[in-house]
């Protein structure tokens, strides 16, 4: 009787011990789980879905129509002996026999239905259009024109041009790069003359010395030579002894009939003193249209006047050129 009450105790022990263990273990291994103080995550940003952009083209797109010639119609070639399909495929429920081509035919001949024309009404008339080959034009480079050049073109018909130059003594303190300025404005009016022109140069100190007896036409020839004979004027004239007056020369200079004269001047009289304003127009008498020209003087200048009263009674021109 002890020993079976021993046995399960033994028996019971184990048990116990057993199912303690097994507790254990299932305690240890979820018991923390439960207890963890933080979590490990993973956080994923969410993509907006993508917006395809489609950018225009900058040109805009020529559509070409589609268009069909009805004068060759589509054709569909007998190939088998299937049956009519939903594709539209033609078949032949017998194979056609082959017949030879007549001898008689013309072999030239094109083969398959004839050429079909439509006809349309109110149709508008399109016009031919003309291409023209796009020329280039040529620059074409235009000389500069001063304001003697301008009033000498603008002057109707042939012209007698007299280009007279002061040269006296009160002259002799014009510097000479001023008096150069003076040449070379008439020299460059000569090339601007046309064929039906003519021309004289006077010039004027203690003598009066003219370029040719009569008015020289104009040609290539004779420009050449009398802008030479401008760019020497100096060496022409004395200055030795009484001057010539500006007056007196034009009295002389209308014995010639000019139709235009180009006088370049200081305007102060030397063979008359003090000359009255209201006389000074009389010798623009015959002179046709005068064009003063002067230089390093203002308006009010008593020679400017002088000029300006000229040009004014012969219904010229009065240039001051540096101003």
């Known amino acids: 009787m002890k020993s079976k009450s021993s046995k399960s105790l033994l028996i019971s022990v184990l048990l116990h011990l057993g199912v303690g263990v097994l507790g254990f273990f299932f305690w240890f291994t979820t018991a923390p789980m439960r207890e963890t103080p933080s979590i490990n995550a993973l956080f994923v940003t969410e993509e907006k879905p993508k917006v395809r952009r489609v950018t225009p083209p900058k040109r805009a797109q020529i559509v070409q129509n589609k268009t069909r010639d009805v004068s060759q119609p589509r054709l569909k070639i007998l190939t088998s002996n299937q049956p009519v399909s939903s594709r539209g495929v033609v078949s032949a429920a017998d194979p056609a026999p082959f017949q030879p081509f007549d001898t008689d035919n013309d072999l030239s001949a094109p083969i398959g239905p004839a050429t079909t024309s439509v006809e349309f009404d109110n149709v508008p008339r399109v016009q031919?259009?003309?291409?023209?080959?796009?020329?280039k034009a040529e620059k074409v480079e235009t000389r500069f024109k001063s304001r003697l050049v301008k009033f000498i073109e603008a002057q109707a018909g042939p012209q007698r041009i007299v280009y007279c130059v002061d040269l006296s003594t009160s002259m002799q303190?014009?510097?000479?790069?001023?008096?150069?300025?003076?040449?070379?404005l008439m020299r460059d009016s000569l090339t601007f003359l046309e064929p039906h022109d003519s021309f004289n140069i006077v010039a004027f100190s203690t003598e009066l010395v003219v370029y040719k007896e009569n008015f020289v036409p104009v040609t290539e020839e004779t420009v050449s030579a009398s802008a030479a004979y401008l760019a020497d004027i100096q060496s022409k004239i004395h200055t030795k002894g009484t001057d010539h007056d500006m007056l007196t020369a034009l009295t002389e200079i209308a014995k010639t009939a000019p139709t235009l004269v180009v006088l370049f001047s200081d305007g102060i009289p030397t063979t008359i003193e003090g000359p009255d304003l209201t006389l000074v127009g009389q010798y623009a008498t015959g002179n046709g249209r005068i064009f003063a020209m002067g230089i390093g003087m203002s308006p009010n200048f008593p020679g400017a006047v002088m000029l300006k009263r000229l040009a004014t009674v012969s219904e010229g021109d009065l240039w001051l050129v540096d101003r």
Do not use: A
Not at 128 to 135: C, D, L
């Open 128 to 135: 031919k259009v003309i291409e023209r080959p796009f020329v």
């Open 173 to 184: 303190n014009l510097p000479p790069h001023k008096l150069k300025k003076i040449i070379d």
